[in-house]
């Protein structure tokens, strides 16, 4: 089993890519809003967010997408889905996805 974590930049695509995912027998996820570091910055050091103001730099939010799978194929699959969505992630500012192998798991029930 892996953990599946998704850090969503294009949160107008969440919705999509949850759709998708269900479709590829991902049927539970967990859905965390967040802020990065920068958001952050900017709102507790006034200076560096009056400058980023300066420069029309709007601050963002981010959604993050937890969901226990059980085969890497599945990893596979949601890879291509949120390629497909939201296009290649390595391109840049889109998000992070990741796997973590999970070695002990209790109260997951597979819907597949």
Known sequence: MYLLVLVLNQTEKLEEI???LYETG???STVVDAS???ETTLEKIPVVGGISALFNSP???NKVVFSVVQH???INKAESVVDSVVGDLDSGKK???F???LHRV????SQV
């Open 59 to 61: 601050l963002s939010s």
């Open 18 to 20: 949850l759709q998708e």
């Open 36 to 38: 990065g570091m920068g």
């Open 99 to 101: 796997t973590l192998p």
């Open 26 to 28: 991902i049927s539970g």
């Open 72 to 74: 890497e194929e599945t």
């Open 95 to 97: 998000g992070i996805m």
């Open 106 to 109: 209790k109260g997951f029930v």
